[in-house]
């Protein structure tokens, strides 16, 4: 490894056949699919607010976010619940198992066009062997 | 030692002292000759002289050193209170709010210079040309101690080679019984890090222990003070060590001989006025405290969020209670249901705090705005013991404010049109606050010129926020309520004070975040009276659960008038609103479901819907629901950051099942 490269762990989940990565040390914890109450008049992404263990936290729905076809919820559904300052929020993924290691070094910057993602939300693509992974930036989801 | 972790309580307490000089300020302007405010006086500046020179702002410190000196003048007999020298005095406690708040806000004490306050306070003394006093004045700061030529010489050298000079008085705890074994203590722990090279009283004399509860000594180090301080803080039975820095830049007083013995004598009258306030503060904090805990109020916070789990999964336990049918287990959950009930008391009035918080700083106001206005005017103020949640007296300081000026600039008339009107010559503005059942009211009452129908009514059509024939079809109560209308103002004149046109709507927005109500109440020609009505509690209330499809809200009880069933035969539409006749009044109806978008709610095909009539101040509206769950106490929850700016909807509440349920802002819908 170079001098001045690290690295840092990403929660990896997947949205319509895509894999992506959240910074773990923004992850708060994961969450099996449960009851989520619809909130009137909020934004179309948002789908709604659940209680975790007490706390009420909205639920962003983020193949609706980023634009992605509506999927159908299965059994592997999961609220990935993460939190920037005093924000916290759930967001909804296809499934979401593994954290993975990514060296600074293999993660470039993301080329145009990549996923069907809007490019403004990621900062980076991590390569992986064979894989590669969007690398999200959570900061600009939650705080636009 | 940290200096830091002491700063909260430093400006904490700074705050409730000002408030206090405040008041005696105020009392003594009305009864200059008591001599009992005036030592409060005294005490308030040497308590906030001592804990600003602890914590190293010398700007407060000059200043209340200064201030103490005045007042020891006026005690004296010496210098007559008249309304300048209590003037000044007030522009001491501007300053001094202003460098505590400066401090809370970033840590610094405020830019402006305290010279020219303190250079008119100087003005007082000099105008009685009592030299005694003069040399009082040079002698700044509250480590005293002076050098003579040959300490200045040894400072000077000590500086240039970049070690540090302090002085350093140390207190001995009251009840210290070795006082020379400590003294030779401290003189151990400091030669560890410092040459001392200057003591009072002379070394010989404090291991005879012939010194009182404190000494001084002169060190040059080139260690932190701070590292020090700890040092001789961890041994026992020492109070407290005070350092000031020796700078080269300061003038270091050079005492000839001549004047030694005076500056000792000085010197004992002070220590012995130093004990003598010390303990007067101290015994006046006894009395004042009581067996009290400062306690954070996140802590508070925190608790009574505890608190609300507990309320949830309580009501969780009466379902599965009464499902059980089992005796000993819905007994069980009575005896819950009665601690937690109590428990929420309890918490609740730990988070209580006198309104007389709020109330405090109003009588400086108005003398403050009767002066600039010249307006005769009287405050009067009962039920400051009113006790409201602390959260709703934070927020409800600004609108006050707002309403007593108002009071003041448009309300009250001039001196001489109040004679006309055969009115006393002072204005009287009335502060009352009570508790009225849930609920604490406050009101705001002048006995001036009262609310001019016509004029507002004019100013409205003028403004553009009413047309010209809406206008005419208005009440009086609903012409006064345009007073609440944004861009609103009848002040003929832009004052300072007010008319600026941001005013009681922003007043009547606050009070509503509160879940408030405002009304007002006017005579012509007699006065007006502002009424706030504010819940006990923001955090738990009684609610009403209702459906709508498949979707719950919750529906504050306070706001529900009652609740009816309506046949859709008597449904009208005028205007494209559907109306209901009800006790001879026109009700709009809200259509629940359609209004916030439920999918599978009733549509208007039924024969019959059960409306839930909400109140908004004047006006009523029929919520048209899907049925009802009953009442419950909720939680209230908020949204969060994210959602925030949602309209229609309160906050959020966890239900008995571990759902989310929303809570319905009735006021948007009406």
Known sequence: ?144 | MDINQYLEVFIEESQEHLQGLNQSLLSLETNPKDIKTLNEIFRVAHTLKGMAGTMGFTGITNLTHQMENVLDAIRLGKVEVNSSIVDILFKCLDYLENSIGNIANCGQESNGSADAIIASLNGILLKKGDAEVKKAVTDIGNVRMKFNQYDENLVRKALQQSMEVYKLRVVLAEDCMLKSARAFLVFQTVERYAEIFKAEPKVEDIEDEKFGNEFTIAIITKEPETLIKKELESISEIREAIFEKVELSEEIPIDSDSLDEDVTESKESESYNEEKYGLEAMHGKKTKMGKTVRVDIDRLDNLMNLVSELIIIKTRLEGVGTDSRNQDMIEAVEYLERITTNLHDAVMKVRMVPIERVFNRFPRMVRDLSRDLSKGITLSMTGEETELDRTVIDEIGDPLIHLIRNAIDHGIEGKEERMQNNKKPNGLVSLRAYQDGNSVVIEVEDDGIGIDILKVKNKAIERGIISQGDANELDEKGIIELLFKPGFSTSDKVSDLSGRGVGLDVVKNRIEALNGIVEVESKKGEGSKFLIRLPLTLAIIQALLVTTGDEKYAIPLNVIRDINTIESSAIRNVHGQDVVLNRGNVLPIVWLGKMLDVHNATNDKNEEYTAVVVKKGEKNAAFIVDGLMGQQEIVIKTLGKFLSGIKNIAGATILGDGQVALIIDTNSLI
């Open chain 1, 1 to 144: 490894m170079k001098a001045g490269a690290y690295t840092k762990q990403f929660v990896i989940f997947r949205l319509d056949n895509e894999e992506y990565g959240i910074d773990i040390l923004r992850v708060k914890e994961i969450k099996e699919m449960m009851g989520i109450t619809r909130v009137p008049k909020a934004a179309h992404f948002v789908r709604g607010v659940i209680n975790l263990r007490g706390e009420v936290i909205p639920v962003i729905d983020l193949r609706v976010k980023f634009g992605l076809p509506e999927g159908k919820e299965s059994e592997n559904t999961r609220i990935i619940i993460v939190s920037v300052d005093d924000i916290t929020v759930g967001l909804i993924v296809d499934t979401s198992s593994e954290v993975i290691e990514i060296s600074s070094e293999s993660i470039e910057e993301a080329p145009d066009g990549v996923g069907n993602v809007d490019q403004s939300y990621i900062y980076g693509i991590g390569k992986v062997g064979e894989r590669l992974i969007i690398l999200m930036d959570i900061v600009k989801i939650l705080t636009e």
